[in-house]
């Protein structure tokens, strides 16, 4: 079973940047989805990225509203999971979550319901 712990989650000025980080545990493979989801205050909870590295390769997705500001990278050999995020701007103010999945083919990388395992989330907010 895989378990996920975000962290470095904060308060920051708009401009501004954070790192989240997501610790993985228990994944047997390297043939997983992994992504961050985020839900604004009252909102419905949305993709902002997610990659795919099995079998040595894989692809790397952002929404739109991320694009050139937020990168999504992993560190095998520690286990973890990052989210850069830079030039942040208010409208970034969400909780942050890290969920993965095993996958054998084609993958809806944004939709949340696809996505087996959560962490508790860490919340970012800019003012």
């Known amino acids: 079973h895989v378990q996920l712990v975000e962290s470095g989650g904060g308060s920051v000025q708009a401009g501004g940047y954070l790192r989240l980080s997501c610790a993985i545990s228990g994944r047997s493979n390297e043939n997983y989805f992994l992504a961050w989801f985020r839900q604004p205050p009252g909102k419905e909870r949305e993709g902002v990225a997610a990659m795919y590295t099995g079998f040595g390769g894989g692809n790397i997705y952002y929404d739109d509203s991320v694009k050139g500001r937020f990168t999504i990278s992993q560190d095998n050999e520690k286990n973890m999971l990052y989210l850069q995020m830079n030039s942040l701007k208010p409208e970034d103010t969400a909780m942050y979550y890290c969920?993965?999945?095993?996958?054998?083919?084609?993958?809806?990388?944004?939709?949340?319901?696809?996505?087996?395992?959560w962490g508790r989330g860490t919340q970012v907010t800019v003012s």
């Open positions: 969920a993965a999945t095993s996958v054998s083919g084609g993958f809806a990388w944004d939709r949340d319901t696809m996505y087996s395992y």
